[in-house]
């Protein structure tokens, strides 16, 4: 079934973007990323139960072919892992936060060839962004931080700090810029941010609440994840007006978005789901 809707900014004077729903993939344990590497989709999942801070060891990876069907359930099955989130992929190599950690896993080989303990700095590591080939941005939700991963020197950096809650991250390399969408909390509000590089400076993009997950930018405007209301919500830069982009349901535990070829994918947890979202003018 699609779904298109379209809706008015009256503030801003902007159109929202269409979200028509042209897929639903199933059969996931509370998927939390998506990644693509040009042949095909990765997804984590946390396991069994929403634990994100659980050292289980029952959560694992999925591979979905290029049209975004499930291929394999468990693509790394010799590799432990308790609850997966974030994920970015350098050199044929995935990159994925869990519990306390980064773990590094060989696409090729299906095998863990590196793993960086984060035990120093923070426990909930949740989203990753690659700057570029050595350095990969991490958030620590339980910190409300963002820090820098050298992978040539294997150093950490601090980049970013009093975000509560830091969640999903986007690195926008053509204003070397970084987005960072937090969840809030000890009963303070999350916002979504945007993070100036060069003075290591944070500063909010609007004034909208909410319990920001993922991020993606689309033609100058933040597509963000909320579990607040459920929903995907766009954020236009110039006006940093955040408003609901209707899909024509509620989607529960939105979690991280990836955008890529004109459609976003975005998993909901609760859901044990993947939706496959096209985003229109």
């Not at 509560?164 to 999350?190: F, H, K, Q, R, T």
């Amino acid at each position: 079934m699609l779904f298109l809707v379209g809706l008015m900014d009256l503030k801003s004077g902007l159109k929202a973007q269409s979200c028509i729903i042209e897929k639903e993939v199933g059969g996931f344990r509370h998927p939390e990323s998506v990644v693509f590497d040009g042949r095909q989709f990765f997804v984590s999942n946390l396991g069994r139960q929403l634990t994100p801070l659980e050292k289980d060891g029952d959560g694992y990876i999925s591979r979905l072919t290029r049209s975004g069907a499930l291929q394999d359930s468990t693509y790394f099955p010799r590799v432990t892992l308790h609850a997966p989130k974030g994920m970015a992929i350098l050199n044929d190599m995935l990159y994925v936060a869990d519990v306390g950690r980064i773990v590094v896993l060989d696409i090729r080989s299906k095998n863990l060839v590196r793993e960086k303990n984060l035990g120093e700095v923070c426990l909930f590591v949740n989203d990753l962004a690659a700057r570029d080939e050595e350095r990969l941005f991490f958030s620590c939700s339980d910190k409300g931080t963002v820090w820098m991963w050298d992978l040539s020197a294997d150093s950490l950096i601090l980049i970013s700090q009093d975000m509560p809650g830091a969640n999903g991250l986007l690195w926008d390399y053509l204003n070397a810029d970084i987005y960072v969408a937090a969840m809030g909390s000890g009963g303070e509000p999350g916002f979504v941010y945007k993070v100036d590089l060069k003075n290591r400076t944070s500063e909010k993009i609007g004034d909208a609440q909410g319990l920001w997950d993922g991020l993606a930018l689309v033609r100058g405007r933040l597509l963000c994840s909320d579990w607040k209301s459920q929903s995907l919500q766009e954020i236009p830069l110039r006006t940093r007006l955040a408003q609901n982009l209707n899909c024509g349901k509620e989607f529960h535990g939105p979690a991280d978005v990836l955008y890529w070829n004109g459609k976003v994918y975005l998993p909901a947890m609760k859901e044990g789901k993947m939706y496959v979202l096209r985003i229109e003018k």
